[in-house]
């Protein structure tokens, strides 16, 4: 009798996985994506920081050397099987300041401004010795044991040995 049942319920499974919109996941925004008619609204050599603050928010960054210098970041990404992020969309507003705090200039960049970071393929070295893996497996057997009558912590737990205080 319950034989019967499971190739229904197989196939309602496999049905509801293609299902339209099962797979698919929405466009997620990251960051402080800038519109460009807030970006027309501010004019260099009029606008002031208090300006910008007020139409765009505060910024994502600002340069680490020159905090008259603010970044807006952001970008819209999908996500794929397994997880990953697909990077639909990808910009940076610079906005660049005098030191009284007016406009003086407006960057837009995107990806195709991006500088690739290569990864570099040496590795950290560390002091002390490279376990095998029966090394790892069995190294804490038998280290710390709990017989009756043992009043002795773990090594290294900072308890007293003795019930003497």
Avoid at 106 to 122: V, Y
Wanted: proline share 8%.
């Amino acid at each position: 009798m319950r034989c019967r049942h499971v190739p229904a319920l197989a196939l309602a499974l496999l049905l509801a996985g293609c299902a339209p919109g099962f797979w698919s996941y929405e466009p997620q925004v990251r960051g402080n994506l800038v519109a460009q008619d807030q970006l027309k609204q501010l004019v260099p050599g009029t606008s002031t920081e208090a300006d910008a603050t007020a139409l765009l928010g505060s910024p994502t960054a600002k340069d680490n050397f020159d905090t008259n210098t603010w970044f807006y970041i952001g970008q819209i990404t999908k996500p794929q099987i397994a997880g990953f992020q697909a990077v639909k969309k990808q910009e940076v507003v610079v906005l660049s300041f005098n030191r009284a705090g007016v406009l003086e200039k407006i960057e837009q960049k995107d990806r195709r401004n991006a500088l690739p970071a290569p990864m570099i393929a040496r590795t950290t070295p560390s002091p002390g010795r490279t376990p095998n893996i029966l090394q790892q497996i069995l190294g804490n057997v038998g280290r710390y044991s709990a017989t009756p009558g043992n009043t002795s912590q773990a090594p290294g737990s900072g308890a007293p040995s003795s019930g003497n205080y």
